[in-house]
C-alpha cells in the first residue's frame, strides 16, 4: 500500500498555512511531490542534492551563487547567516534541523525536515533578507557613516534647517563657529546667519558677515542653500581673504600716491590711476606692458624727472637705481622744472619683481620750506634783543636761545651733540656768577608741573655785574627765562678797554 503523508508548515506570527507537501510513492521509488506557494518567506525543496521547487525569493538566492550542485550554491548562500548548515554527505543522515542567523539584530531562523531523499529548508523571520542583502545593507549602512563623518567633519560651516525655522542638525565646523560668535547663547536653535531668503531664493548663493564676539572682528562668508523636501541645507565658505583682497584693491585704486609694479622681466604688471595724474603718461602706452628703461624714457619725455646734463651718464644712473631698487629700498627727491617735487621710491617685491611709488610732495616741501622760514625770520628778530632770552621746554630742554643769551654766557646749544638741559646751564652760569640760592629755585620752576606764576630773582654777574633773571610760563609747560642787566652803564664800561 502508498504511504500517504500530508505535512502542514506553519511559518511567521502570523501562522500563514503553506499548503501541505504531499509526498507519493512506494517503498520501491519515491515520486515528485506537488508543493502549494509559500507566501510567507523562502522555501527551498530539494531531491537529493537537486532543486526541485522553490519561492521566487528562494530561488533568486541560489542565482546569485554557484557550485557542484544545487545544495552546494545554497550553502554558498547561506553558511554564512546560518553556520553549520551541512554539506551533501552530512545532509542524508538528518531529520530535522533547526538553525538561527548569526548575526544578533538578525531574528531569522532556518528549519531543515528530510523525509527519505526529500529535504524541505524553510527560513522564517521578520526579516526575510539573505546573505547578500545584509552585505548590501552593511555596505550603505558604512558608506553613510563615512558621509556623515565627511559632513561633520568638513572645514566649512554645514547646517540644516526644518520647515520650523529651526536647525536639526550642525556640523562640527558650524559648532565652533556659533561658540566663537555668540558664546552667551549657548544651545538656542536658532540660525547663526541672518540671511535675506528672496535673494537667496534668485541668486542660491549670497555674501554674509558674522560678529565674533570673541574677536570682535567680522568674518564674512559665501552661504549656500539646498533645498530638500521640507528642510533647508546650507552650506557656508569663508572669504575673508576675498574680502581683504578686493578691500586691498580698493585702496590700491583710491591711492593717492602712484604705484607701478614691474615682473622680474622688468615689464611693467600693475599700476593704478594716481601714477597715470602724475605723471602724465598715457593709460594706452602704460597697458602696453613697457620695461623699466622705456618707462622712465617716457618720464623724462614728460618732463615728470630732471633733465639729465649727460644723456648717456643718465642712462646707467637709471640702471643704477634700477639696481637699487630690486635689491634694496631706494629713494630720490625729483625737484622739476614745473615747480612740483616728486618723492620717488623703489622696493623689491617677490618673485624678483620690483615696484616703484611717485609722490607728490610739493606741498610738504612747501610747507616745510616755509616753517623754516619762518623759523628763521623769529631767530632774527630774537637776535635783536639786548636781554639774553632762553626757552626751556616742560621736559627741561633748552630749544630756543638768541644772540644775547649766547654772547653773555658763552653757550652755543646748536653745537652740541647732546640736549643742553636747565641742569647743564645751572652749571654754566653757577661758574659765571656769584654764589645765591635763586639758582636751584630756577631749577624747581623750569620742571615744576601745574599752576605757575611769572617769577624773577635779582643774580650777580661776575663781568657783567647785577642783573634780573625773569621766568614766566608759555604754552605746553614750557619756560621762558630773560636775562636783563640792572645798570646797563656798568655794562657797557666793563666792556671798555683798559
Known amino acids: 500500500m502508498p504511504v500517504v503523508e500530508i505535512i502542514v508548515v506553519l511559518v511567521g506570527a502570523g501562522a500563514a498555512v503553506i499548503a501541505g507537501l504531499v509526498f507519493l510513492g512506494t517503498q520501491s521509488a519515491p515520486q515528485k511531490a506537488q508543493v502549494a506557494p509559500n507566501p510567507c518567506g523562502m522555501h527551498f525543496l530539494f531531491c537529493d542534492l537537486d532543486l526541485e521547487h522553490a519561492t521566487d525569493q528562494a530561488r533568486s538566492v541560489l542565482l546569485k551563487e554557484s557550485g557542484e550542485t544545487d545544495w552546494h550554491a545554497l550553502r554558498a548562500a547561506l553558511t554564512a547567516r546560518f553556520p553549520g548548515l551541512p554539506d551533501g554527505n552530512a545532509l542524508r543522515s538528518l531529520d530535522t534541523l533547526t538553525l538561527r542567523a548569526a548575526a544578533l539584530d538578525d531574528p531569522a531562523v532556518l528549519h531543515l525536515d528530510r523525509e527519505q531523499e526529500m529535504t524541505r529548508v524553510v527560513i522564517e523571520g521578520d526579516f526575510l533578507i539573505d546573505a547578500s542583502a545584509v552585505h548590501e545593507i552593511k555596505s550603505t549602512e558604512a558608506e553613510l557613516g563615512t558621509l556623515r563623518l565627511a559632513a561633520a567633519s568638513s572645514p566649512y560651516p554645514i547646517w540644516l534647517v526644518g520647515a520650523d525655522g529651526k536647525i536639526h542638525w550642525r556640523n562640527i565646523a558650524y559648532q565652533t563657529l556659533a561658540d566663537a560668535a555668540r558664546p552667551s547663547d549657548e544651545g538656542t536653535d536658532d540660525p547663526l546667519f541672518h540671511l535675506d531668503q528672496e535673494e537667496l531664493d534668485e541668486k542660491r548663493t549670497v555674501r554674509a558677515s558674522i560678529k565674533v564676539e570673541e574677536t570682535n572682528l567680522t568674518e564674512w562668508y559665501n552661504v549656500t542653500a539646498t533645498q530638500v523636501d521640507d528642510s533647508t541645507i546650507y552650506h557656508a565658505v569663508d572669504i575673508n581673504a576675498v574680502i581683504e583682497a578686493e578691500v586691498a584693491q580698493r585702496n590700491f585704486v583710491h591711492l593717492s600716491i602712484g604705484l607701478a609694479i614691474f ?41 615728470v624727472m630732471p633733465e639729465p646734463k649727460n644723456y648717456s651718464s643718465w642712462r646707467q644712473e637709471i640702471s643704477d637705481m634700477i639696481a637699487a631698487a630690486t635689491h634694496a629700498s631706494y629713494q630720490e627727491t625729483w625737484t622739476l622744472d614745473t615747480g612740483h617735487t616728486y618723492r620717488i621710491s623703489g622696493r623689491p617685491h617677490p618673485d624678483g619683481a620690483v615696484a616703484f611709488l611717485v609722490e607728490d610732495i610739493t606741498a610738504e616741501i612747501s610747507l616745510t620750506r616755509n616753517f623754516r622760514a619762518e623759523l ?113 652803564a656798568q655794562k657797557a664800561s666793563s666792556q671798555l678797554p683798559a
Open 263 to 303: 615682473d622680474r622681466n622688468g615689464q611693467l604688471a600693475l599700476f593704478n590711476p594716481a601714477m597715470v595724474d602724475l605723471t602724465s603718461l598715457p593709460v594706452e602706452f602704460l597697458s602696453g606692458r613697457p620695461g623699466l628703461l622705456a618707462f622712465f624714457d617716457r618720464l623724462r619725455d614728460n618732463r
Open 376 to 488: 628763521e625770520l623769529g631767530q632774527s628778530l630774537m637776535d635783536t634783543f639786548e636781554d639774553a632770552l632762553a626757552v626751556f621746554s616742560a621736559a627741561g630742554v633748552l630749544t630756543f636761545c638768541n644772540a644775547a643769551f649766547r654772547e653773555m654766557w658763552g653757550m652755543d646749544p646748536e653745537g652740541s651733540f647732546a640736549d643742553v638741559t636747565i641742569v647743564d646751564s645751572l652749571k654754566e652760569w653757577q661758574a659765571q656768577a656769584e654764589p645765591d640760592p635763586a639758582w636751584a629755585d630756577m631749577r624747581d620752576f623750569v620742571m615744576k608741573v601745574g599752576e605757575r606764576a611769572t617769577w624773577e630773582a635779582e643774580v650777580i654777574h661776575k663781568s657783567d655785574g647785577l642783573f634780573t633773571a625773569r621766568l614766566s610760563p608759555i604754552a605746553s609747560g614750557a619756560t621762558v627765562i630773560r636775562f636783563s642787566v640792572k645798570d646797563p
